[in-house]
């Protein structure tokens, strides 16, 4: 079989009929900018996720510089998250000169709430957790851990749209949380597009009028600085004919996570993450990547690709503290971060969208344990 880890042309295919209504809809009307899509766009986001705002933005770096910029966030600043996450994660503390703090990952790859609080200085105003893989962190206890220091929980939740912990949306536990509408996520234009999510009222007012220009949507009336980072009125109206089938996406790649963890469970060189069936009902998890860690992992990579399957190691195999380039503009202790270092030793992503079928599964599945055996 020839099985790419991702399809892009399967995007436009997979709602052909729904996404050229829509667009013919709009270059009908010349509706371009910030106009009636993008605004039923939000609301269907905030309906779903229950978040009183929806913002949407240009792409998922920017939401997160929008949402420190709003909370106040200011050079010196330090702001604690994961060195397993993106460098947009970095990129939004640093383009507004505040340092980001590395923390550990825990077992499930997502932040290690146990490693934070060693973390906190005087100089700490925002914990920033990443919902990776469509997975939310256990953020009671780093709620806990925010309110005792006084600090702003603020979500990178890119990978997250759709992921519950408790029976709570990513994006909706901290004052502002950041989605990623970026093409391979769960929920993808076909461009850049991001959005923020917050409860503050005035968190909102401020970037409703930063995407903008600075000018307020009210008014038209410019009343701060702002940049221009708004969503394109053309993806707002790709992605709200998508997400009419947002559940029976997610439920979708539940399922391939299921059949991955059926098979691959008994393998005692791979681990797997939380299957969607897993004792533990605090999570629903959407999958957005189905991230195993392997033994021998290059030599299983190298041969999956001659078995003509496609598969990624994210970040392009570098954590943030492993990124020299950086690492003078962040602070951590590498002691302190044994488990991502082992991470990324092992960690490799097989296909997981919802144009794989399940002939597909099982013929990865098959060649991993062939491989092993």
């Not at 909706?172 to 769960?186: D, E, F, H, Q, R």
């Not at 991955?260 to 797997?272: A, G, Q, V």
């Not at 270092?341 to 092992?346: I, N, Q, S, Y």
Request: glycine share 8%; aromatic share 8%; net charge negative.
């Amino acid at each position: 079989m020839d099985i790419p880890y991702f399809r892009y042309d399967f995007l436009y295919k997979e709602f052909k009929t729904d996404i050229d209504e829509a667009l013919q809809n709009v270059l009908d009307k010349g509706a371009f900018i910030l106009q009636q899509e993008l605004r039923d766009f939000e609301k269907a986001i905030a309906d779903f996720t229950g978040a009183k705002h929806v913002i949407g933005v240009g792409n998922g770096t920017d939401s997160l510089i929008l949402m420190m910029k709003a909370c106040g966030i200011q050079p010196g600043d330090e702001v604690i998250m994961s060195s397993h996450t993106f460098i947009a994660t970095a990129t939004a503390a640093g383009w507004l000169g505040a340092i980001p703090v590395l923390v550990d990952c825990g077992d499930d790859h997502l932040m290690d709430v146990n490693k934070v609080e060693a973390a906190i200085t005087s100089k700490t105003k925002v914990i920033m957790p990443t919902q990776l893989n469509g997975r939310i962190c256990e953020m009671d206890k780093l709620q806990e851990i925010a309110d005792k220091h006084g600090l702003i929980i603020l979500e990178d939740a890119a990978q997250g749209l759709g992921s519950k912990y408790l029976g709570r949306c990513a994006g909706t536990w901290g004052k502002a949380g950041s989605i990623s509408l970026y093409p391979a996520k769960v929920l993808g234009c076909f461009g850049d597009g991001g959005m923020v999510l917050t409860n503050d009222d005035k968190i909102a007012h401020d970037i409703f009028c930063m995407r903008d220009h600075g000018r307020d949507p009210k008014t038209n009336q410019v009343c701060m600085w702002g940049i221009n980072t708004r969503l394109d009125n053309l993806q707002a109206a790709v992605l709200l004919a998508k997400f009419k089938y947002y559940r029976e996406t997610m439920q979708r790649r539940r399922e391939i996570a299921q059949r991955y963890c059926e098979r691959l469970s008994k393998i005692p060189e791979i681990t797997l993450p939380p299957a969607p069936n897993d004792a533990d009902t605090r999570h629903y998890d959407v999958y957005q990547n189905f991230e195993i860690e392997a033994e021998n992992r290059d030599d299983l990579r190298n041969y999956l690709e001659m078995n003509g399957i496609g598969t990624l190691i994210q970040w392009g195999g570098r954590a943030l503290h492993q990124i020299t380039e950086l690492k003078d503009s962040m602070h951590f202790d590498i002691s302190s971060l044994q488990r991502t270092e082992l991470l990324f030793k092992r960690c490799l992503m097989l296909p997981m969208n919802t144009s794989v079928s399940d002939n597909e599964v099982n013929y990865i599945c098959e060649k991993i344990e062939a491989f092993y055996k």
